[in-house]
């Protein structure tokens, strides 16, 4: 079953509370998205540490329900 935009915002803002999360679902078929994250908790670590906290609030989903997500992270 896939995810839908909704529960993935929702996922990412639990653990990424008061982020900006801009979701746009790439080919129209729940699996596929593209998220921009916007956080003051990603001042001072590095990209990799950014997508490994917006991948985490995933919980495994990720290759599951969620087949692709391009990533964009930025600090406010």
Request: proline content about 3%; aromatic content about 4%; charged content about 35%.
């Amino acid at each position: 079953m896939p995810l839908s935009k909704e529960e993935l915002e929702k996922h990412i803002k639990e653990s990424i509370p008061n982020s900006k999360i801009i979701i746009e679902d790439l080919k129209g078929d729940g699996d596929h998205y593209s998220a921009t994250v916007i956080s003051k908790l990603f001042e001072g670590k590095t990209k990799i540490e950014q997508h490994k906290m917006v991948y985490d609030s995933l919980k495994g989903k990720m290759g599951n329900e969620l087949h692709a997500l391009m990533l964009k992270t930025k600090t406010e």
